[in-house]
């Protein structure tokens, strides 16, 4: 029962580098999201895809890209990597819209130098 | 917009002690309402939930009841065990965005 998996689960970068953070599903959901988590803000939406092919901003989207290519996949990129984007991301999935449970993967840790 | 907001942490008691935890909301319309917890090193999963007002969630002891004439959602479990620290997160769903928002998150710490 796999569920959400995320890979890396920690990478360091320095300032400048990209990197893409990879996200897989067996649930066979339309929904995934991306989020990053910070001390004291809680959980903030990056970006999402409502289904293979879509994708759409969240609540703070500069300095990201996505891309769902597959129903089972959303990838996060980061194209130059800063300091700012320090964070533990995660991934999530959910059936439909935000009335459903959503399913979280591990977290990945990224720390940017 | 929609907002929710929760008492700050962390929440330290000993071990079964009565715990509860404020979830105040802001919406327009008659969002779904959610707490989940993360415990160390791992993502958030679900506790429970409430689809309307009255409705009351309970999972693993905890209870939480849907009130909207004050827009709360408060946690709360009658006896707590050291396996329940972790960070719990009140949520809303916002039916015109469909996104899942948020709250800051309460640390809980239980000693024996």
């Known amino acids: 029962n796999a569920g959400v998996t995320q890979t890396p689960k920690f990478r360091v970068l320095k300032t400048g580098q990209s990197m893409t953070l990879l996200c897989a599903q067996d649930?066979?959901?339309?929904?995934m999201y991306w989020y990053r988590q910070d001390p004291g803000m809680g959980l903030r939406l990056i970006h999402y895809?409502?289904?293979?092919?879509?994708?759409a901003k969240g609540e703070v989207p500069d300095g990201y890209n996505v891309s769902r290519l597959k129903k089972q996949n959303f990838l996060l990129g980061l194209e130059s990597a800063a300091p700012s984007q320090t964070s533990v991301y995660f991934c999530?999935?959910?059936?439909?819209?935000?009335?459903?449970?959503?399913?979280f993967g591990e977290g990945s840790w990224l720390t940017v130098v | 917009g929609n907002s929710v907001t929760q008492m700050e942490g962390p929440v330290t008691l000993s071990e079964e002690a009565f715990l509860t935890i404020n979830c105040t909301y802001t919406?327009?319309?008659?969002?779904?309402l959610f707490w989940y917890v993360q415990y160390p090193g791992e993502g958030l999963q679900l506790l429970l939930k409430?689809?309307?007002?009255?409705d009351k969630g309970s999972n693993k002891g905890f209870e939480a009841t849907y009130r909207k004439e004050t827009t709360s959602f408060h946690l709360e479990k009658g006896s707590v065990q050291v396996s329940d620290s972790a960070v719990y997160f009140c949520?809303?769903?916002?039916?015109?965005?469909?996104?899942?928002?948020f709250g800051t998150g309460t640390r809980l710490q239980v000693f024996p």
């Open positions: 949520a809303l769903s916002d039916r015109n965005t469909d996104k899942l928002i």
């Open positions: 409430a689809t309307k007002a009255d």
């Open positions: 919406a327009t319309g008659y969002p779904s």
């Open positions: 895809s409502v289904g293979e092919g879509t994708t």
């Open positions: 999530a999935s959910s059936y439909a819209g935000s009335g459903n449970t959503i399913y």
């Open positions: 649930m066979n959901h339309e929904y």
